[in-house]
């Protein structure tokens, strides 16, 4: 649980990296309400630090021009949290240099003290990050200018192969990037296509940020859309499981990216598309509710053999 300590200086911290972030914005990087974050600024500016605020429910806030505060120390838990966040950028090949992620733990590691040094050391010795190799590999030209054009509201030109290798060029409004299942996707209108298409960052050989804006709709769910297209997309088996429990159950235990849920009179429906079945089955057989396999009969394959294998194992069977 965070203190108000430790989000009064982050509160400071965010309102050093940006030249304005507006209370709402704050208070869903704290997870507190907009009251909360409101009580913080004041608390800021009653220690001398000039905060300053526009009025109304969206107001923003910024520092005074010109005022700049010296550097803070991490503390143990921003330390721990930056080291083991690089570690996972890197071993999942996000699209940064690895020369990158080492110069910032290096950087990192230079201001811990002895003790916290030597936890973070431990980190990087201890954890090991199993990690599927079928991930495509992404340009890291490319992911910069696209993240620009989805918070600045630019249409981007792509040269784009799909599955089947056919290669095109369109003009594409991207309103948003999602990683899933060692992928990268962005989710958009295509104005090849005149609909809103999903689209492989890996498959992209060219892209350029143009001038052209866009509207991006204010209701439209990156993510819904990423998860639907991938299990509609050729090659990836159908999923479809029975989950016995409610729907508020269910959304609990189901993480958002793993598939959609419908409810039902008697339970709730699990859909999702995937080309790896071990690893939807290991995380069926976690669950405490009970579960049946509509489909596909590989996945009820792959259940039956992880229980064979778990027998043999408690029996002390050597195979």
């Not at 550097?71 to 721990?80: G, N, R, S, V, W």
């Amino acid at each position: 649980m965070y203190s108000p300590t430790t989000r009064l200086l982050t509160v400071l911290e965010l309102l050093q990296s940006y030249k304005q972030i507006s209370g709402p914005e704050l208070a869903r990087r704290l997870e507190v309400d907009v009251r909360t974050v409101r009580r913080y600024i004041v608390n800021l500016q009653d220690m001398g630090i000039p905060v300053e605020g526009e009025r109304g429910p969206y107001g923003a806030y910024q520092l005074q021009r010109g005022y700049k505060l010296p550097p803070l120390m991490f503390t143990d838990a921003e330390a721990i949290a930056l080291t083991l966040g690089l570690l996972a950028i890197r071993e999942f090949n996000f699209p940064v240099e690895v020369a990158a992620i080492e110069g910032a733990l290096a950087k990192t590691e230079r201001v811990m003290p002895e003790n916290l040094f030597a936890q973070a050391r431990a980190l990087q010795e201890a954890i090991t990050f199993n990690v599927s190799s079928d991930a495509g590999v992404l340009n890291n030209d490319f992911i910069t200018p696209l993240s620009v054009a989805v918070r600045e509201q630019r249409q981007v030109q792509m040269r784009y192969e799909s599955w089947a290798g056919e290669a095109s060029e369109r003009g594409f409004d991207p309103y948003g990037i999602v990683f899933n299942e060692g992928f990268w996707y962005t989710a958009g209108y295509c104005h090849l296509r005149h609909d809103i298409r999903t689209f492989r960052l890996d498959r992209i050989s060219e892209l350029q940020l143009t001038t052209a804006a866009f509207d991006r709709p204010i209701e439209f769910n990156v993510l819904e859309k990423v998860l639907e297209s991938v299990m509609m997309m050729p090659g990836a088996m159908q999923v479809e499981v029975f989950l016995k429990t409610t729907l508020e159950n269910a959304q609990q235990v189901v993480p958002v990216a793993f598939g959609t849920l419908e409810e039902t009179e008697d339970g709730v429906i699990l859909r999702r598309g995937t080309a790896e079945l071990n690893w939807v089955a290991f995380f069926l057989l976690s669950v405490d509710f009970p579960v049946q396999v509509i489909k596909p009969v590989e996945l009820i394959d792959t259940i039956k053999n992880m229980g064979e294998r778990a027998y043999q194992m408690a029996a002390g069977v050597v195979s």
